[in-house]
Each structure stands twice: as structure tokens, then as C-alpha cells.
């Protein structure tokens, strides 16, 4: 199932790529340092608030399969009927970060409706920059495949 974009599609994409060049990057040159913050991203998902609970939105972590290989996602289900699904790629620049550090924006499209399915890639250097980019594409895959209709959504 192919995605096809306009014109009007891919500038506004080129417009937001142009703003994102513009924006201070985190570099973590030091492997000590991205050690740090994925340990600090671990206690905050095991002893911070669970926004998602906190705001009656239903979370799950599972597994999902497409082209043969399977994904790690954390799923936030909106109270009725979805109106869409979000796939959430977080930042981190493959080599931080985890499925549930943007709850506080994911719990709100959920609020508002939408099912959200975040992706919990795998992590360079641990795994392969390929292995986390399988991850997404499995991810986002699974709900054109099997997602759209689990939640009921179009």
C-alpha cells in the first residue's frame, strides 16, 4: 500500500525539515553521556508518574508483527472510537530514548481521539542503525495491515 504525497504535501514536509536544521542538537559524542541519559530515561519510566494512567488512557506494550519480523510498541488507546492512528517515532537520534518519554504529547492525541502506536526501536550502538529503522517500518506496517482495523479506524 503505497503513500503517495502532493506538492503541497512535500513542501510543507521540506518547510519543517528547514526549521528542524535550525534547531541546537543534543551531541553526545561521549558513549558515557547517551549511557546516562537512557539510564535516567529508565528510572523516569520506572518511578516518574504514569501520565497515561493519571489521565484515564489505557497503555499496553506488546510485541507486533509485518514482513516477517516483529516490533516492540506501546499502544495509548483513545477512551471511544479512534478517529485515526498516530504512529510515534521519538527522538534520540536512534541512540537514546524509549517508546514512552513523549507520553505527555502522546496521552494528549489520545485524549483527543487517537489511537497512538509508539515504537520502541532498538538502539545504536547495541543494534544496528537498520535494525531500529525495521523497527519503525514493521511498526508503522502492522497498523496499515492489522492496526487500522484492531482499533477501528481509517
Not at 114 to 140: K, M
Amino acid at each position: 500500500m503505497p503513500i503517495e504525497f502532493d506538492a503541497h504535501d512535500l513542501e510543507e514536509t521540506r518547510a519543517a525539515n528547514r526549521r528542524f536544521e535550525r534547531m541546537p542538537r543534543l551531541r553526545l559524542q561521549n558513549p558515557i553521556h547517551r549511557i546516562l541519559i537512557q539510564g535516567l530515561l529508565g528510572l523516569a519510566d520506572r518511578f516518574g508518574p504514569d501520565v497515561a494512567a493519571k489521565r484515564g488512557v489505557p497503555a499496553e506494550s506488546r510485541t507486533v508483527v509485518a514482513l516477517g519480523r516483529t516490533a516492540k510498541v506501546r499502544i495509548l488507546r483513545p477512551p471511544g472510537k479512534p478517529v485515526g492512528v498516530h504512529v510515534h517515532i521519538h527522538g534520540g537520534g536512534w541512540t537514546i530514548g524509549n517508546a514512552r518519554m513523549d507520553d505527555a504529547l502522546n496521552v494528549e492525541l489520545a485524549v483527543a481521539g487517537i489511537a497512538v502506536v509508539s515504537v520502541d526501536y532498538r538502539l545504536i550502538p547495541a543494534h544496528s542503525l537498520t535494525d531500529g529503522i525495521d523497527d519503525c517500518e514493521t511498526a508503522a506496517r502492522w497498523v496499515l495491515e492489522t492496526g487500522l482495523a484492531e482499533f477501528g479506524a481509517e
